[in-house]
């Protein structure tokens, strides 16, 4: 009775086990992009996952190239069937993993040949992305056009900056 109720333990473990070593994988079909690195996935006909492709940055809304980078991942993937392998969890409960298609494979990858993401500098020192963007630059695809593309991080920063100086100000009044 006791190694019975031992493996039932493990057998409860394993799916939390699973989940902190990142081999968690969903496979549904897209149904919201939030932009150009976030979406929404619809797993087993009705549980909604958002999803943050992982290793890439794109550009922010209201940024140069902002609105492309969220029109060509939604060439790619919106009310296609998806997979992703989730690699973790951020703080506001995005999956953060690895999107593929049958059509481009690796899609995260992808966002970075055609210039519409950089390499996630932080969070991510694959050397095919780093390869990948660095061709882009070089062939100047995507937001490689603008004389001075502004890294989104940078980007976010200076707008949190600015909302924080404006703050300062009002209440200076």
């Known amino acids: 009775m006791k190694h019975i109720r031992n493996f039932a333990l ?7 086990v699973a989940m902190a070593a990142g081999t968690e994988t969903y496979t549904g079909q897209v ?11 619809l797993v087993n006909g009705h549980d909604q996952i958002k999803v943050r492709l ?3 940055d794109c550009p922010e809304k209201g940024q140069a190239f902002g609105n ?34 049958a059509k ?4 995260n990858l992808e966002m970075i040949k055609g210039g519409m993401a950089w390499q996630y500098r932080e969070y991510n020192d694959n050397p095919t992305y780093k390869a990948a963007e ?10 490689w056009q603008d004389p001075n593309p502004i890294y989104p991080q940078d980007f976010r920063k200076a707008k949190r900056n600015k ?7 009002w209440k200076n009044w």
Request: overall charge positive; hydrophobic content about 40%.
């Open 10 to 16: 493990i057998l409860m473990m394993l799916p939390i």
């Open 31 to 41: 149904v919201k992009i939030a932009d150009g690195d976030t979406f929404t996935l």
């Open 54 to 56: 992982d290793g890439i």
């Open 68 to 101: 492309k980078a969220k029109e060509y991942l939604s060439s790619m993937i919106w009310g296609e069937i998806v997979t992703v392998k989730v690699s973790k969890y951020d703080r506001y409960g995005r999956a953060i993993g690895t999107v593929s298609t």
């Open 104 to 107: 481009f494979g690796n899609v």
């Open 134 to 143: 660095d061709n882009a630059r070089l062939q100047r695809k995507g937001l």
């Open 163 to 169: 909302n924080k100086q404006q703050r300062f100000n």
